[in-house]
């Protein structure tokens, strides 16, 4: 199944001012966010990739071009050859895509339409956010809907207060967001080629295709309570290079061992980066 990644956009809130690095090629570890989502879709099988460029394009195509498997694997070297233990992308296939600066995220999957139209189905993901999220089934339990697109929801995140006042100004209740009945979109899509139907030129996927398939009953929300984490701004990506170097990295679902610790674990972790 293909996966469509949005990496073109200019992530002002990443930007440090000095740097025109976009913001799927901010690192966790030793590799770029872009390179934790793509392993993770590998994972499950799914290593076909249609990526959507704009804003420093050029990072990203010179990252893959250029890639160095020993960053992230055993190797011998031996005669001054090298003799890798282990591959991460030899046998994914990578569509790049330039589709435009100034692009909607809508705008963005047009314009690679011509990639995924003949598929029964395709992913797609805004390629910062880091998962658990058990993938199969959300894409079996899409496949038994007659939904068109499906996304994964996900609780809130921050530890904000809600609270009830009423007509007088006294307050009455407290609660906090993962208290209230609320999920977020949480970035990761299944999308059937009947998507395009919706989305119109320079619209975007889900204040235009999505709100229009809900409103019809044809838009799936698949939830996760499980580990979800943004990097969409410079103190989401330090918390998650705090938690990745603690060793407690939930989404790399491809290793066994230590960086599977439990969840609640990493969660302290990313908090205690947090703060």
């Known amino acids: 199944m293909k996966v469509v990644l949005f990496c073109g956009g200019y992530g002002m809130r990443m930007r440090d001012g000095q740097s025109d ?31 959507c460029l704009g804003y420093g394009a ?44 100034d692009s909607s995220i809508g705008e963005r999957l047009r314009r690679v339409r011509e990639h995924v139209q003949d598929e029964e189905m395709f992913l797609a993901n805004y ?45 009455t209740g407290i609660k906090t967001l993962q208290d209230m009945p609320v999920w ?8 059937r080629p009947e998507v395009f139907d919706y989305v119109p030129k320079d619209g975007d996927l889900v204040a235009d295709a999505c709100t229009a398939l809900a409103a019809e009953g044809r838009m799936l929300a698949y939830r996760h309570h499980g580990f979800w984490h943004p990097a969409d701004t410079v103190k989401e990506r330090t918390a998650l290079e705090a938690a990745y170097r603690a060793g407690k990295s939930p989404w790399m679902v491809w290793q ?20």
């Open 184 to 191: 977020l979109n949480g970035g990761y899509f299944v999308l």
């Open 256 to 275: 066994a061992g230590p960086q599977r610790d439990p969840l609640q674990a990493t969660i302290a972790a990313l908090g205690a980066a947090e703060h």
């Open 21 to 51: 690095i976009p913001k799927p090629m901010t690192t966790v570890g030793p590799r770029p966010l872009i390179w934790h989502v793509m392993r993770y879709y590998a994972h499950f099988g799914h290593k076909d990739f249609v990526l």
């Open 127 to 171: 390629a910062d956010v880091l998962t658990d999220l058990p993938l199969n089934d959300m894409i079996d339990t899409f496949k038994a809907s007659e939904a068109v697109a499906a996304l994964a929801a996900v609780p809130p995140q921050t530890a904000f207060h809600c609270v009830e006042v009423d007509d007088d100004g006294m307050l």
């Open 58 to 101: 050029h990072h990203i195509k010179d990252y893959f071009l250029n890639y160095s498997e020993t960053a992230s694997n055993d190797f011998v070297l031996a005669g001054g050859r090298v003799e890798l233990l282990g591959s991460d992308i030899q046998d994914w296939n990578i569509t790049f895509v330039h589709t435009g600066l």
